[in-house]
């Protein structure tokens, strides 16, 4: 056995020792249990950078923050599949156009004399009294799809059916016309 003083040093010596260890098993139980806590919280969508100070080493990682939906995961840089798959068309001049001679027609409307239908087609064909709404649905939201994505489907679809050609054609006619 040794004696009291030798027992006395050597047991500072090894509480000195495994201060250092238990103090960093402590913290990094703490951090595990705050990062646990934080990847259950239903509104986490952002993670904040871990501190490299080892004073800050035991601050939350994880920032807690109310949002309404996640940002979005890929880069704005990369075009989406729908990019990626349809072609280059012109159905996006065809349509400025269109919306062109809308306002310019929407003017002569305008003018005294002009007769004005509040009827939609539908209307018109089914024979219908009163003037009715169009749905508006919220169909990219629902498909996950951007506006340009939404642009290049309209793209595609006007390319394959023929219209973007016969409303390319009408348009020459029209602008021949004087």
């Known amino acids: 056995m040794l004696p009291k003083k030798n027992r006395k040093r050597k047991y500072k010596k090894f509480l000195r020792k495994n201060y250092k260890k238990r103090l960093e098993k402590a913290e990094e139980k703490l951090r595990r249990y705050r990062s646990r806590r934080a ?3 239903p509104h986490r969508l952002v993670i904040d950078k871990i501190s490299k100070n080892p ?10 923050v109310k949002m309404d939906r996640a940002p979005s995961l890929l880069p704005r840089t990369e075009k ?3 990019r990626r798959l349809a072609r280059k ?5 065809s349509y400025e156009s269109l919306l062109k001679i809308k306002k310019a027609l929407d003017e002569k409307a305008k003018q005294p004399g002009a007769r004005v239908y509040d009827f939609r ?3 018109l064909v089914l ?16 498909t996950g799809m951007t506006e340009e994505d939404r642009g290049e489907v309209l793209e595609t679809v006007m390319e394959v059916t023929g219209a ?7 348009m020459k ?5 004087p």
């Open 39 to 41: 990847k259950r919280s």
């Open 55 to 64: 004073v800050n080493k035991c601050r939350r990682i994880f920032e807690v």
């Open 80 to 82: 989406s599949a729908v």
């Open 89 to 93: 068309s012109k159905w996006n001049e």
């Open 121 to 123: 087609m539908f209307d």
């Open 127 to 142: 024979g219908n009294s009163k003037p009715t709404k169009a749905k508006k649905e919220k169909l990219l939201d629902a």
């Open 164 to 170: 973007r050609q016969i409303v390319d054609d009408a």
């Open 173 to 177: 006619a029209r602008l021949s016309i």
